[in-house]
T-cell receptor, first 116, second 112 residues
Framework: ETGVTQTPRHLVMGMTNKKSLKCEQH?????MYWYKQSAKKPLELMFV???????ENNSVPSRFSPECPNSSHLFLHLHTLQPEDSALYLC???????????????FGPGTRLTVL | GEDVEQSLFLSVREGDSSVINCTYT??????LYWYKQEPGAGLQLLTY?????DMKQDQRLTVLLNKKDKHLSLRIADTQTGDSAIYFC????????????FGTGTRLKVLA
């Protein structure tokens, strides 16, 4: 247990569906992250929130929409996804805002997403 | 652009040492990290090294950093079957914008 939980753990959705991934951290951290992990590709950083403000958006398509209502919760809203968006989506958190010092990131178990 | 590379697979016998290697391209990295991912789980931070250090030891783990060659390695002494996992190298950069870049991961298989 890393103190970061993600729900659901598995999700299957059609291309016209709208769904949301949820991440919650119980560590009192100030920064949260969304990553995409695809087979045989490096882990891709998608979004970074620091103190509830988005500080990084690495050219992610608009069909992925993050939301950070408070420092403990992070959502990833999904709509009109493509089959190539099927992947493991990992949430992470760190004590300090990114870049301040060693970013020890604590990861959740991930949501395995399949888009049909 | 920034890139972090690792070999995909490594097999070792139980009790031997494992050495997992990583090369990176951006010399402005501030910290370099090693993460472990077990099946069905997220990434777990094993250790990290500040970019002005050459070596860091933490129990069975030894990290070596060669800044000139942009080469990072993780040595696991007395490798156990429980060490079988995917190991990711990562670097963090702050140069105008924030980046945290992972390698593709090395799958370590420990043979009994």
């Amino acid at each position: 247990e890393t103190g970061v939980t993600q729900t659901p753990r598995h999700l299957v959705m059609g291309m016209t569906n709208k769904k949301s991934l949820k991440c919650e951290q119980h560590l009192g951290h100030n920064a949260m992250y969304w990553y995409k992990q695809s087979a045989k590709k490096p882990l891709e950083l998608m979004f970074v929130y620091s103190l509830e403000e988005r500080v990084e958006n690495n050219s992610v398509p608009s069909r992925f929409s993050p939301e950070c209502p408070n420092s403990s919760h992070l959502f990833l809203h999904l709509h009109t996804l493509q089959p190539e968006d099927s992947a493991l989506y990992l949430c992470a958190s760190s004590q300090d805002p990114p870049g301040l010092r060693a970013d020890t990131q604590y990861f959740g178990p991930g949501t395995r997403l399949t888009v049909l | 652009g920034e890139d972090v590379e690792q070999s995909l697979f490594l097999s070792v016998r139980e009790g031997d040492s494992s050495v997992i290697n990583c090369t990176y391209t951006d010399s402005s990295s501030t910290y370099l990290y090693w993460y472990k991912q077990e099946p069905g789980a997220g990434l777990q931070l094993l250790t990290y090294i500040f970019s002005n250090m050459d070596m860091k030891q933490d129990q069975r783990l030894t990290v070596l950093l060669n800044k000139k060659d942009k080469h990072l390695s993780l040595r696991i002494a007395d490798t156990q079957t429980g060490d079988s996992a995917i190991y990711f190298c990562a670097e963090s950069l702050v140069s105008g914008t924030y980046k945290y870049i992972f390698g593709t991961g090395t799958r370590l298989k420990v043979l009994a």
